[in-house]
């Protein structure tokens, strides 16, 4: 999305004749529907003015194009500024100006990073050209016009404040600056024949407009990817937090022994790369010679990436690279150097069918390793028995005497990159309030459909064109096709519809086969995956009045084990009971209508709640 658009000519007017930060800023709040603080408002100011000295030259088209705030489609990521034009061979050139205010980094042993001051204190940062770098890869990788008309793509990043003191021009990171070069205080002029070397003529033919508007590819699917990803080919460009997290974790693994264990704890909320850091940082350790697993709780993800890479590596290779969480009840203590626990949120005390195996799940890890990550989103909590919490976590490290490390994914690319959308979900869902109380359908494909019949069909037709379309409903319907295969599970007799659950035929592989688009998912074997259209069939254990959500754990199915426990702790303390099954339904919603990466579609069988839904989407 394009948010500031203008000519050479027009953007040098808006400089010297206007605030130009006040002028980004009002295209932001009208078409990011963000709000800015005073720091970024002011590193528009500084830094377009330097913007403006480097492209005030005859020799630059005045009909060039200047984009300021693009961001990149399907991600929450913004680059700063991007000038569009043609070279002297007429063909289409972008060049990607990654614009810093920093004056001084320390250099690092993690590939790409370096340590920078904000008024917070220090942080660990990805190197400018590695940052510009990594947007323009993004660029690449998803729009369909950028590599069909051959439209080149060229990075940089400018740290005008930064006079060279051999650190950010390091030989340490001289890949990334052969990728992306960096300007530096002094270089105004070095920057101005950058831009003069690929753009000699102006924008001819709106590629500015044709980029924002090009044809978005599929994203690429982890599972899809996992396999080459295995045989160490690059499949997913980390970008900011996921390569600061990503180098933090390798540096942690080679420090971790048995006298000196590690635990690192990534918070992070739908789509922020969890799993994808988790994958890669597997493949990584297992290069590395590190005794290494990918842990979940949930069967579905290791389920569905067990069978992705069947054919292609030994069983025994598959098995000994995935685990259940609760296999670690005897295992001696650091026989692994490192366990990937993604999911960790899913994690129970006790293990076993019937809960009754071991101690708990955390300290079980912990102690089975030199060095455990956890991945976790608390929001995500979805049974009675999940206890994963950083509380949680840190109370069984301090056994061992684990040194913990805390660290934060926040870039966002499921949902089309909307951090809009899952703000305005919170706030809808009743898990917090938010500032999103409208939500504005031009960041992602949401729709309320009116009858369970017409989701069924838009998700057949979605289906068509990749395989990646399914429904998903709240557990309020009975598995009664358990016993009788000819009986229907979902049945909503006013529309004469009725589906069945998919948990007999295929199991947590159901995401796969494409026959199981007939067949509705839930919670239990769809969590931790995603695909790009979801569509929701909310129940009645979810409604609204008068604006009030309220929540009914009665309404959920006898055989959902979701809320097993929940009338024997009702007994014993109500408030805490209620409180607490209250957040697992809700929760239950919020990870059903964040598995679409490109549209999530509703049904609500209660009609108040499907206005109060309606009511709160700018069409």
């Not at 067990?306 to 292609?312: I, K, N, R, V, Y």
């Not at 209660?606 to 709160?616: G, I, L, N, S």
Request: net charge neutral.
């Amino acid at each position: 999305m394009i948010v500031y658009q203008n000519t050479k000519d027009n953007f040098l007017k808006d400089v010297s004749e206007q605030n130009i930060e006040d002028i980004v800023l009002e295209w932001v709040q009208n078409k990011l529907k963000i709000s800015v603080g005073k720091n970024e408002r002011n590193s528009w100011k500084n830094s377009l003015k330097e913007m403006f000295f480097v492209l005030d030259d005859k020799d630059i088209p005045g009909d060039s194009g200047v984009a300021i705030e693009y961001r990149i489609p399907q991600t929450s990521k913004r680059i700063d500024f991007i000038l569009t034009g043609e070279d002297e061979n007429l063909t289409e050139q972008a060049i990607l100006v990654e614009l810093k205010q920093w004056d001084k980094v320390e250099i690092t042993d993690k590939d790409a990073i370096v340590v920078t001051r904000f008024s917070h204190g220090l942080s660990e940062e990805s190197h400018p050209s590695y940052q510009a770098w990594s947007y323009a890869s993004l660029i690449n990788s998803f729009n369909q016009t950028v590599y069909e008309e051959n439209i080149k793509i060229n990075p940089c990043a400018y740290l005008h404040n930064y006079i060279d003191d051999g650190v950010i021009t390091n030989t340490f990171y001289a890949d990334y600056i052969a990728k992306a070069p960096v300007f530096l205080k002094n270089d105004k002029l070095k920057l101005r024949e950058f831009i003069k070397k690929y753009v000699r003529h102006g924008d001819k033919k709106d590629t500015m407009y044709r980029i924002d508007n090009g044809k978005i590819k599929p994203s690429k699917s982890l599972a899809d990817s996992l396999s080459s990803m295995l045989k160490g080919n690059a499949e997913f460009v980390m970008i900011d937090d996921q390569k600061v997290l990503y180098e933090t974790a390798l540096v942690l693994a080679r420090k971790s022994s048995e006298v000196a264990n590690n635990v690192l704890i990534v918070s992070g909320g739908p789509g922020t790369g969890k799993s994808v850091v988790a994958i890669n940082l597997l493949v990584a350790f297992t290069k590395l010679g590190l005794i290494a697993k990918y842990v979940t709780k949930n069967a579905a993800p290791r389920n569905v990436y067990e069978s992705m890479l069947t054919g292609h590596f030994k069983k025994t290779d598959i098995s000994n690279m995935f685990s259940g969480s609760g296999e670690f009840i005897n295992t001696e203590d650091n026989i692994f150097d490192v366990l990937i626990v993604d999911e960790a949120h899913r994690l129970n005390e006790k293990s076993g069918m019937f809960k009754n195996l071991g101690e708990n799940q955390v300290k079980e890890i912990i102690k089975s390793a030199k060095f455990s990550i956890f991945f976790i989103d608390e929001d995500q909590k979805v049974t009675w028995h999940d206890i994963g919490a950083k509380e949680e976590i840190v109370k069984w490290s301090k056994y061992p005497g684990c040194n913990v490390t805390f660290m934060e994914l926040s870039s966002q690319f499921r949902c089309n990159g909307s951090d809009g959308y899952l703000a305005w979900l919170d706030e809808v869902l009743g898990i917090r309030e938010t500032a999103n109380t409208v939500f504005d359908l031009k960041d992602y494909d949401f729709r309320v459909l009116s009858s369970p019949n017409e989701l069924r069909d838009l998700i057949f037709e979605k289906n068509k064109i990749k395989n990646k379309a399914r429904l998903v409903a709240g557990y309020c319907w009975d598995w009664v096709s358990k016993k009788n295969s000819n009986a229907k599970d979902i049945v909503i007799p006013e529309y004469d519809f009725g589906m069945k659950w998919n948990l007999a035929s295929d199991g947590n592989l159901w995401i796969l086969k494409p026959e199981s688009v007939t067949e509705i998912g839930c919670i239990h074997t769809c969590q931790g995956l995603d695909m790009d259209y979801v569509g929701v069939i909310v129940g009645s254990d979810f409604i609204v009045r008068d604006g009030k959500v309220i929540t009914d754990p009665s309404k959920r199915a006898k055989t959902d084990a979701s809320l097993k426990g929940y009338k024997k702790d009702l007994k014993i303390n109500p408030v805490e009971t209620k409180e607490k099954a209250d957040k697992i339904i809700k929760n239950t919603y919020r990870t059903l209508m964040t598995r679409g990466m490109k549209g999530c579609y509703v049904y609500f069988t209660d009609k108040e709640t499907e206005k109060y839904f309606r009511d709160r989407i700018n069409s």
